[in-house]
């Protein structure tokens, strides 16, 4: 806490007419939602809340609670909104301080470092933080008919965030035009979008799911391979998959600091997680996972996954809101211990079964749910 102190009054910026450290203690214990309102308290306040050093040591304190990112989706107008709740409860309370999501945005890919990021070839490709709620717009990409796919990096060692936009021809066609875009995300500067070269000349026709971790964003790309894009460097590679994995179609997730992906069966009722163990020699574990006969009852016929909480739990979830509203008044998600092999229902208050949320935000049976866990709260500015 010294240490951020003398770094703020070494800005220039703040004043000594309230002591700094009185301050600072003050700010550090007051909520997101406040810490943004209260910036207009005095120009003392704003600059202390928008340092560099503080929001650093806010998002320190972030990464010890995070939450669930919760997505609900309109079938066909795409409306959407966010709202967020804890990991670390076993019954959760869902905040309703975001707010709708301008039509037209609709969130595919998990929180990155506090930020998520949307697009696709119909629509602006924006970065956005639920935190703050500022958007960030990058330059309009044109993709001549080819489909277009948006994901969203973070480089811890530069700090910086940049969106990788992937360009191709659908796969029936032959004269398939690979393009690699990358933008870095800031809204002080001015932003562009800059050509980089696949130097391993492989091509490929789709983009599944994606996981950063590290400065490593991976995405699927088909049944043998997982694409690696290295945010600082701006390279991309390949990682081969072993033949019996069948992991595309899975779901990518950070597996206490590896690479990890979750192939389920909804006939036989069993999945299996793959490791990525060695990167270098792209070696793979696996661990099969009987499923009970509980699973069915508690999730239904739909399941999805969406990655692993702080505890190393597997997050599954039923995305069709028809499904909670004929099962209880209550949504939740379960968790799945790979260890014990066993699974946890966990309610999310304040959702489905709140009257007043579903007729503000129009939530209904014609909705689908997304649920991102591993998100922080991050009060930085781009």
């Not at 009054?9 to 000594?16: F, M, V």
């Not at 650093?56 to 990464?63: A, I, M, P, Q, V």
């Not at 299996?272 to 163990?277: C, D």
């Not at 508690?298 to 039923?318: A, R, S």
Request: charged fraction near 25%; glycine fraction near 6%.
């Amino acid at each position: 806490m010294e240490y951020l102190q003398q770094r703020l009054l070494n800005d220039g910026n703040c004043s000594r007419t309230i002591p700094l450290d009185l301050l600072v203690e003050i700010l550090f214990l007051l909520p997101p939602k406040s810490l943004i309102r209260f910036q207009s308290v005095s120009k003392l306040w704003f600059s202390t809340i928008r340092s560099k050093f503080f929001a650093d040591f806010f998002l320190t304190r972030s990464k010890a609670r995070p939450h669930f990112l919760l997505s609900f989706v309109g079938y066909g107008s795409k409306e959407c909104f966010i709202v967020s709740a804890p990991e670390k409860s076993s019954t959760v309370m869902a905040r309703s301080t975001m707010p709708n999501l301008e039509p037209g945005y609709y969130l595919t890919s998990g929180p990155v470092n506090g930020f998520v990021c949307f697009g696709d070839v119909y629509d602006p490709i924006t970065v956005y933080n639920p935190t703050t709620r500022q958007m960030v717009k990058l330059p309009d990409v044109t993709p001549n008919g080819r489909k277009m796919y948006a994901r969203l990096g973070y480089d811890p060692v530069e700090d910086q965030y940049k969106v990788l936009c992937v360009m191709m021809e659908h796969a029936k066609r032959r004269d398939n035009e690979l393009e690699h875009l990358v933008c870095t995300v800031s809204s002080s500067q001015k932003q562009e979008w800059r050509k980089i070269e696949n130097t391993t000349e492989d091509s490929y026709h789709s983009v599944y799911g994606h996981i950063c971790i590290d400065g490593a964003l991976y995405y699927e790309v088909g049944k043998s391979r997982i694409a690696k894009f290295n945010v600082r460097s701006e390279k991309i590679e390949f990682i081969k998959l072993p033949k019996e994995s069948e992991i595309n179609y899975s779901t990518l997730i950070n597996y206490k600091g590896k690479l990890g992906g979750v192939v389920y069966s909804c006939t036989e009722n069993f999945m299996t997680l793959w490791v990525l163990e060695d990167a270098e020699k792209q070696e793979w574990s696996s661990m099969r996972c009987d499923l009970s006969s509980t699973w069915h009852d508690l999730l239904g016929d739909c399941v999805m996954f969406k990655g692993v909480i702080h505890t190393g739990e597997l997050v599954v979830f039923n995305p069709f809101i028809r499904h909670w509203l004929e099962s209880s008044k209550s949504l939740y998600v379960c968790y799945y211990d790979f260890n014990k092999q066993s699974t946890r229902k966990v309610e999310i208050q304040r959702m489905v079964a709140d009257d007043d949320l579903r007729r503000i935000y129009g939530i209904s049976e014609l909705m689908t749910m997304l649920c991102f866990p591993g998100h922080i709260e991050n009060i930085r500015f781009l």
